[in-house]
T-cell receptor, first 112, second 114 residues
Framework: DGGITQSPKYLFRKEGQNVTLSCEQN?????MYWYRQDPGQGLRLIYY???????QKGDIAEGYSVSREKKESFPLTVTSAQKNPTAFYLC???????????FGPGTRLLVL | AQSVSQHNHHVILSEAASLELGCNYS??????LFWYVQYPGQHLQLLLK??????LVKGIKGFEAEFIKSKFSFNLRKPSVQWSDTAEYFC????????????FGAGTRLAVHP
């Protein structure tokens, strides 16, 4: 069954703690993306990676970090520096420059 | 900087009514355009896309969109909506070529009443 998996579906975090969201794809896509979705604001790009061991900041990278050690994996860490981390986080991947982005099911993060 | 504007944040329709959701973008160069849909509790999925060619694009579930370059618009249409079309719809654009990032509009929540 091919696709993008994100885990967990729901995640609770205490204020001041770092937390890592998982994103795995078995589509053999080169590029992977992390978005944050807030009500009424659409999706905003956090980080993206076009190839292994390389990634770039998106529009709202502050308080987040990523790694891309393997083609199929692109974990996102929400650090304690992120002032408003409660949101729905979506991972996406794309096969090539002129290809469509496909999205995972998302992880809803709630900071208590 | 690129931006995408969706004019309607909430739309309420009765079944069989016609639908048109507005989308305008700001970017001077060649673009790729997308409509994504997010049904309640489901993945964000592609509804249709425009890269080049015929500006009238047909997508899944009877949706279509028309790219009007002179108006920087890519409005989504469906002649007769169903209750199952209740969802949130996002317009997105990226500059053509390369791994240029996708810019999303704020989304339009559509509620279709039986």
């Amino acid at each position: 069954d091919g696709g993008i998996t994100q885990s967990p579906k729901y995640l609770f975090r205490k204020e001041g703690q770092n937390v890592t969201l998982s994103c795995e794809q078995n589509l053999n896509h080169d590029a992977m993306y992390w978005y944050r979705q807030d009500p009424g604001q659409g999706l905003r790009l956090i980080y993206y990676s076009q190839i292994v061991n390389d990634f770039q900041k998106g529009d709202i990278a502050e308080g987040y970090s990523v790694s891309r050690e393997k083609k199929e994996s692109f974990p996102l860490t929400v650090t304690s520096a992120q002032k408003n981390p409660t949101a729905f986080y979506l991972c996406a991947s794309r096969a090539g420059p002129q290809e469509t982005q496909y999205f995972g099911p998302g992880t809803r993060l709630l900071v208590l | 900087a690129q931006s995408v504007s969706q004019h309607n944040h909430h739309v309420i329709l009765s079944e069989a009514a016609s639908l048109e959701l507005g989308c305008n973008y700001s970017y001077g160069g060649t673009v790729n355009l997308f409509w994504y849909v997010q049904y309640p509790g489901q993945h964000l999925q592609l509804l249709l896309k425009y890269f080049s060619g015929d500006p009238l694009v047909k997508g899944i579930k009877g949706f279509e969109a028309e790219f009007i370059k002179s108006k920087f618009s890519f409005n989504l249409r469906k002649p007769s909506v169903q209750w199952s079309d209740t969802a949130e719809y996002f317009c997105a654009v990226n500059a053509a070529g390369g791994y240029n990032k996708l810019i999303f509009g704020a989304g339009t929540r559509l509620a279709v009443h039986p």
